[in-house]
């Protein structure tokens, strides 16, 4: 062997032995002097107290700080001098194991190298005065201190954790801090700054509440990771290096600086790819409760800071998070919004020097962009600020094919196939359990070019364009132009107070509607009288609302509509300058005043038309002045009758109408369900081919033309029942013959009219004076016949055998 390797082993062993005897020369001191140990180590636990700690007992841990020597203590607890009335230990240990400095220890100075505080708890208690157990480690006044504080400190090279308890209470400030400490390892140096240390923490949060009224942030989430700590003598200050921490399974980056002497920290956090939703679990109930009203479906980035001055003035600390989302799906209470990129911020002070609280928070999300209900959004800024009464503001544009909206709204009443929609809104709006209510809207959409089908109603609209003007809480439309078939529509309205009662009170909406056309085929708007008639579908989850509501408004709503129109057709119809002002109302369309020019002269009425089930009920009041009666008959389709038609009747009609019935969902008005009464005038008339009258010609006045009957006047009123008309009596006076006639005449069976018809031919009374003529009317022979129902379903002529 070597000389020199003789020599190192030779030097090697020395050291061995050296270390070995004076590790046994320690033990033995330990074994021998346990009490004077104790009093010595608890000693120097006791010099930055002005309390104190014990230890019911000590036994000495040979073999587990090799080559240091160790101890550990039993029994240990820790009280200040008020725990009599607050019953809060400090610290409660089963054991301390503490290691030794051997040297130190021989020489009699007891040097702490190491402790492991193991089953333990340590309650950090603080009154609602401002009274804490922790003042039991306030320092000494200076002038009892006799060393320097560098060689009267503690020092202690590392602690250990094992199966703590930490709970840190205050009363005052109503905060809260309970960990669960599975194990902390620190390693400590102690340069003239201060003191640094890497500290390995495993701990499970059972509490972490700045404010125990509004609930624990990370309740029961794990903690692990290892932290760089430093302590600054200067700045009585301890600041933790930004380290990754994983917090519930999910890897933070936390760093902060913890103000001692003002109580006073600022944690800083940051987290890329992590689910909203584990987010906002990590939060207060009061702040997690309103943000799972919201979902964002991928990961996201968080930036954050949470800073407390110490001064307890607010209660809260200042909470400051940022959040950048991109190309995501985030779910709002009304809906969806795809494609959405934004970056976000919430801060609970929004007012520099204001408070913090919700009543000072704010949510803002910046260059937003999305698609809603397929169609894209571009806000700028979108703010949502006072979170105790959230009010919700931002700049809303957007351009877009209408053709996106097709199954997007939650309901299939609207299908679109053309056109363009182009919108710029500044919207305020009260938030109330997440929905927007008490909404003020300024701005304008333009829609151009649009093909909507209105499937309720059938209402098939073309070549359609339209501006909606909103001002704060009112809606108009201008320049409004659609086509339906043939006809042609030009739109204007207004709507009062629409924002606020489209969300509370859509039944008291009152929409004043102008419209005028060159013409208008008035069978096209048929479906208006028909019952709705919307596909079954069932939208799920927020489509649903938005359904419900958007159907809601459409049928409760009121309308007023001004309608003037240049030629208006229906069928054999047709009327010009027509003016009408038309009220809907639920399910009834009320006629309130319409003039219109028809068959060479006036007609005007009011009335209303009521939606039912099967058919529809009508009520109208109308005067007719002038009118033909051939095509007046021709145009109404003999009111729904074929005894007596337009080919039947000559001259001009003057009457005022009153009568109700039924019309089907089609427009007919249905046989015998006409009631009411009728006062006509009948002016420079004849009846032309009517068959009742020539059957009365044959049996009676074979010489005399009866199938051109003139009469130059004639009054009449008829009362309708049904399929019956009661024929008041009327003195009828004409070129064939005059005759008296009243009774029922029925469109069924049941007819019965009498009728006295003098034999006298009225061309031989030509001469006389109207005097004359009325008391020569009925002179000489008068035949008293009776029209009535015959065996085959029409009319016979018979004797009036119950004349008088």
């Known amino acids: 062997m070597k000389r020199w390797l003789k020599i190192s082993l030779k030097i090697i062993s020395v050291i061995v032995v050296l270390i070995i ?11 021998r002097n346990k009490k004077e140990v104790l009093a010595s180590i608890l000693s120097q636990l006791n010099k930055n107290l002005n309390g104190k700690i014990t230890a019911t007992s000590m036994e000495p841990t040979l073999l587990k700080s090799f080559p240091g020597v160790s101890v550990s203590l039993n029994g240990v607890l820790l009280r200040d001098s008020l725990w009599n009335q607050h019953k809060h230990d400090l610290l409660k240990a089963q054991d301390i194991d503490v290691s030794l400095n051997v040297l130190s220890l021989i020489v009699g100075n007891i040097n702490i190298k190491q402790i492991a505080i193991n089953n333990a708890a340590i309650y950090i208690y603080t009154d ?73 923490l495993m701990t499970k949060v059972s509490s972490f509440a700045f404010n125990t009224r509004k609930g624990s942030f990370l309740k029961d989430k794990t903690l692990e990771g290892t932290l760089n700590a430093h302590y600054s003598r200067d700045l009585d200050a301890v600041i ?67 800073v407390d001055d110490g001064s307890g003035k607010y209660g809260d600390p200042l909470i400051k998070v940022g959040i950048t989302v991109r190309d995501n799906v985030v779910s709002i209470p009304s809906g969806k919004l795809t494609a959405c990129n934004f970056d976000g911020s919430f801060t609970n002070r929004d007012t520099v020097g204001g408070i913090i609280g919700d009543e000072n928070s704010s949510i803002k999300f910046h260059r937003l962009t999305a698609k809603y209900f397929n169609a894209p959004l571009k806000i700028d800024t979108f703010t949502v600020n006072n979170l105790s009464r959230p009010i919700a503001t931002g700049l809303v544009t957007s351009q877009f094919p209408l053709s996106n909206l097709n199954n997007s709204l939650g309901t299939n009443d609207f299908e679109f196939k053309n056109g363009t929609a182009n919108l710029r809104l500044y919207c305020k709006a009260d938030i109330d359990n997440f929905r927007f209510t008490k909404p003020v809207v300024s701005g304008e959409v333009q829609i151009a070019d649009a093909d ?56 008291k909406i009152l929409v004043n509607l102008k419209m005028s056309s060159p013409q208008l085929y008035l069978k096209e708007f048929l479906p208006f009288l028909g019952p709705r008639t919307a596909k079954k579908t069932k939208p799920s989850g927020n489509k649903q609302v938005v359904s419900k509501e958007l159907s809601n408004v459409l049928e409760l709503s009121k309308m007023n509509i001004r309608l003037t129109v240049n030629k208006a057709i229906y069928n ?15 399910g009834g369309i009320f006629f309130n005043k319409i003039s219109v020019a028809h068959a060479g002269g006036q007609l005007s009425l009011n009335g209303s038309i009521m939606q039912e089930a099967a058919s529809n009920s009508f009520k109208i009041n109308s005067k007719i002045s002038h009118v033909s009666v051939k095509d007046f008959f021709y145009s109404f389709d003999n009111f729904g009758q074929n005894t007596i038609t ?148 029409g009319i016979k002529i018979r004797w009036n055998k119950d004349h008088e």
């Open 240 to 306: 933790l290096s930004p380290e990754i921490l994983n917090i519930g399974g999910h890897p933070f980056k936390i760093g902060a600086k913890i103000d001692l002497a003002k109580s006073a920290f600022a944690i800083s956090i940051a987290v890329d790819d992590i689910l909203f939703r584990d987010v906002a679990l990590l939060l207060s109930p009061n702040i997690s409760s309103k943000l799972l009203k919201f979902g964002i479906e991928k990961p996201i980035d968080i930036r954050g800071n949470i």
């Open 21 to 31: 005897l004076t590790w046994l020369a320690g033990a033995f001191y330990i074994s």
């Open 128 to 200: 609602s005065t401002g009274y804490s157990n922790t003042s039991i480690f306030k320092s000494k006044p200076k002038n009892d201190k006799k060393s320097s504080p560098k060689s009267s400190a503690l020092e202690v090279k590392k602690i250990d954790f094992n199966k703590v308890s930490l709970i840190l209470d205050n009363k005052k400030r109503f905060k809260l801090f309970n960990f669960d400490i599975d194990q902390i390892q620190g390693r400590m140096q102690y340069p003239d700054s201060g003191w640094t240390g890497k500290i390995k």
């Open 646 to 793: 337009n080919k039947n009747l000559k001259g001009y009609l003057s009457s005022l109408v009153n009568i109700s019935g039924r019309i089907s969902h089609t427009g007919k008005i249905l046989p015998r369900s006409i009631n009411g009464k009728v006062v006509f005038n009948l002016n420079n008339a004849a009846l032309v081919n009517f068959d009742p009258m020539i059957k009365v010609g044959k049996f009676a006045f074979a010489n005399r033309n009866l199938s051109n009957v003139e009469i130059k006047n004639l009054d009449g009123t008829l009362n309708i029942r049904g399929d019956k008309v009661e024929i008041n009596p009327m003195l009828i006076n004409s070129s064939a013959l005059n005759f008296n006639v009243k009774g029922i005449y029925a469109l069924g069976s049941g007819t019965n009219v009498e009728m006295d018809i003098p034999l006298r031919n009225p061309k031989g009374d030509e001469n006389l004076t109207r005097s004359e003529k009325r008391e020569a009317r009925m002179r000489g022979i008068v035949l008293h016949l009776k029209a009535v129902d015959d065996e085959k379903g």
């Open 572 to 586: 054999n119809f047709m009327a010009k300058n027509l003016d009408a002002d038309i009220s809907l109302r639920g």
């Open 452 to 507: 909507i089908l209105y499937i309720p109603r059938k209402l098939h609209l073309v070549k359609s364009a339209l501006n909606i003007n909103f001002n704060q809480n009112d809606l108009s439309i201008q320049n409004g132009h659609f086509q339906l078939g043939k006809s042609e529509l030009n739109v204007s309205c207004s709507i009062a107070n629409f924002a606020n009662l489209y969300y509370t009170a859509p039944e």
